[in-house]
């Protein structure tokens, strides 16, 4: 079936250092590809999305590109803020009808002064 | 802006007790859906509802779970007889069209069974 799987965290930055989550997937057909994040006491947001391959989906200073021949979608941004902080999912949505979101296992972020 | 509310955020029962998980979805959203997270693995789809009937399920949802929207604005999961397993984060979601990039999640209710 369909899975995402996502960097082991914990990861720990110092604020302004260059962040990387690596998200890889395995689908049927050609899936929509997202980023959620959820902040400390809140839902799961979405982030970021990229629909179709080489699409780049970009939102707060955060980018992740629609990588078909590597089955990815990383997770990047150039300088992390210590109000980046928070738990980081991967998911996809397959095309056909499925309502589900099929989600990684998040990646908890933590940046420190 | 609108949100999803969960409560409680924390709930403790015994195994073999029944549970209900409570939410308020955004008032005009038509969508909603339940997802969970057991510790240490990954985010879970569990059901959708959408014109006061199931659209979709997953294996995980079977007959101990069921999802009711009793008055037009709550949304509830009921675990008919917890099990240690059932142990986890829920999450409550909803939408208006029931386009999966326009999904919003309440913050969830960590259930503990003992």
């Known amino acids: 079936g369909d899975s995402v799987t996502q960097m082991e965290g914990p990861v720990t930055l110092s604020e302004e250092a260059f962040l990387t989550i690596n998200c890889t997937y395995t689908?049927?057909?050609?899936?929509?590809l997202f980023w959620y994040v959820q902040y400390p006491g809140e839902g799961l947001q979405l982030l970021l999305k990229a629909t179709k391959a080489d699409d780049k989906g970009s939102n707060k200073g955060f980018e992740a590109t629609y990588r078909k021949e590597t089955t990815s979608f990383h997770l990047e941004k150039g300088s992390v803020q210590v109000s980046d902080s928070a738990v980081y999912f991967c998911?996809?949505?397959?095309?056909?009808?499925?309502?589900?979101?099929?989600f990684g296992k998040g990646t908890k972020l933590t940046v420190n002064p | 802006e609108p949100e999803v509310t969960q409560t409680p955020s924390h709930q403790v029962t015994q195994m073999g007790q029944e549970v209900i998980l409570r939410c308020v979805p955004i008032?005009?959203?038509?969508?909603f859906y339940w997802y969970r997270q057991i510790l240490g693995q990954k985010v879970e789809f569990l059901v959708s509802f959408y014109n006061n009937e199931i659209s979709e399920k997953s294996e995980i949802f079977d007959d101990q779970f069921s999802v009711e929207r009793p008055d037009g604005s709550n949304f509830t999961l009921k675990i008919r007889s917890t099990k240690l397993e059932d142990s986890a984060m829920y999450f409550c979601a909803s939408n208006l069209l029931g386009l999966p990039e326009k999904l919003f999640f309440g913050s969830g209710t960590q259930l503990s069974v003992l």
């Open positions: 998911a996809l949505v397959t095309q056909g009808g499925s309502e589900k979101l099929v």
């Open positions: 008032s005009n959203h038509l969508y």
């Open positions: 689908a049927t057909g050609y899936p929509s």
